[in-house]
Every structure is written in structure tokens, then in C-alpha cells.
């Protein structure tokens, strides 16, 4: 059996090779599900993500599955029960930005506000020195969240979604999924 190659970013950790394979880069539209994306690139944001990727399954059961009017509802009672959930990061600052998150996303179809800074003609990487941390998209779809009360949305968090939910296709040219979808 011929091993796949993969990007190179993609450990050995079981929990990498399934998000890399089956999610990381292939387009992915729907406000709550895009929200989900967003509010765990922040929470990555200082962290390996294989940390979040090993407690997501307590961040969807911590956020009610992430869902934007169940989240937007969350009181202070709900900061304090997420801060006491070792399930999850617990950090104040995070926790609140994604229940504010989930309030301007009330206002707005996140998933069209994110979309509209795709960039399906970015270059195609070659090594992961050609992938960058945040490009003029990425500095415009922050500003852009902002703009919208977003918060914990960075140039450098914003291009991680960007990636993430297939805005661009960071895959390297090598890597067996490039071409797939």
C-alpha cells in the first residue's frame, strides 16, 4: 500500500490525518457550522491545534453544538459554567468573544459575510514556507468582522478560517487532497 502525501503540517496523531483528509480546506458554508469554525480557530489562537481538535468534542457539547441562537442567548451563569468546564479552554476573554461572536452573527449570514472574501486563484503552495500566516484577504475579512461586532478575529485567525473552511486551498501541491474536490 503506496503511503499518501500529505501536507506537510499533518502529524502522526490520528486526530491530524482525519481532520487534513476528510475537513481541513474543502469548502464548508452554513452559518453554524462556519460559526463552530470560527469560534474554535479563536480558541486555538496561542495553542497547538491538536489540542482543539482532542477537546471539540466537548466544545460542541459545552456550546450547545455551536448553534448561533443558542449561544447568542448565553448569560453570565453560561461564561461561568464554560470557565468551570475543564472540557474545554477556559479562557474568560475567549469564551466571551465567541457568546459576542454568536450575537453579531445574529445580525448578519455569517457564512455569506466570510464567502465573499474567498480566493480560489490564491497561488498554490509548493512548501509550507509558500503558506502565509495572513494576506490582504485575510486583513480585509478581520476588518470586516469587526466591522460587524466580531471579536478574537485577527488577519492571522481570519486566514486560519480562510483555510480552514476552504476560502483558499492552502494544500500543497503535493498533497493528495489538493485536487479532490
Not at 25 to 30: D, I, K
Not at 114 to 126: C, E, L, Y
Not at 127 to 150: E, H, I, M
Not at 160 to 171: E, K, P, R, S, Y
Request: glycine share 8%; with cysteine.
Amino acid at each position: 500500500m503506496t503511503e499518501l502525501t500529505r501536507c506537510g503540517w499533518v502529524s502522526s496523531a490520528p486526530e491530524y490525518i482525519a481532520y487534513h483528509d476528510e475537513e481541513w480546506g474543502r469548502p464548508l458554508t452554513g452559518d453554524d457550522p462556519v460559526f463552530e469554525r470560527l469560534a474554535l480557530e479563536a480558541f486555538q489562537s496561542g495553542l497547538s491545534w491538536i489540542t482543539i481538535l482532542r477537546k471539540r468534542e466537548n466544545f460542541r457539547a459545552a456550546f450547545s453544538g455551536f448553534s448561533i441562537p443558542a449561544v447568542a442567548a448565553y448569560g453570565e451563569a453560561d461564561v461561568e459554567r464554560l470557565l468551570a468546564d475543564a472540557g474545554i479552554v477556559r479562557n474568560r476573554a475567549k469564551i466571551e468573544a465567541v457568546v459576542a461572536n454568536a450575537r453579531a452573527a445574529l445580525d448578519v449570514s455569517l457564512s455569506d459575510l466570510i464567502w465573499k472574501h474567498a480566493d480560489p486563484g490564491a497561488p498554490v503552495p509548493r512548501t509550507l514556507a509558500d503558506v502565509p500566516a495572513q494576506t490582504p484577504g485575510s486583513k480585509a475579512l478581520a476588518k470586516d468582522l469587526k466591522a460587524n461586532g466580531f471579536r478574537f478575529v485577527g488577519p492571522t485567525t481570519a486566514y486560519a478560517l480562510m483555510q480552514a473552511i476552504g476560502l483558499v486551498n492552502d494544500h500543497l501541491e503535493d498533497c493528495w487532497v489538493r485536487g479532490t474536490y
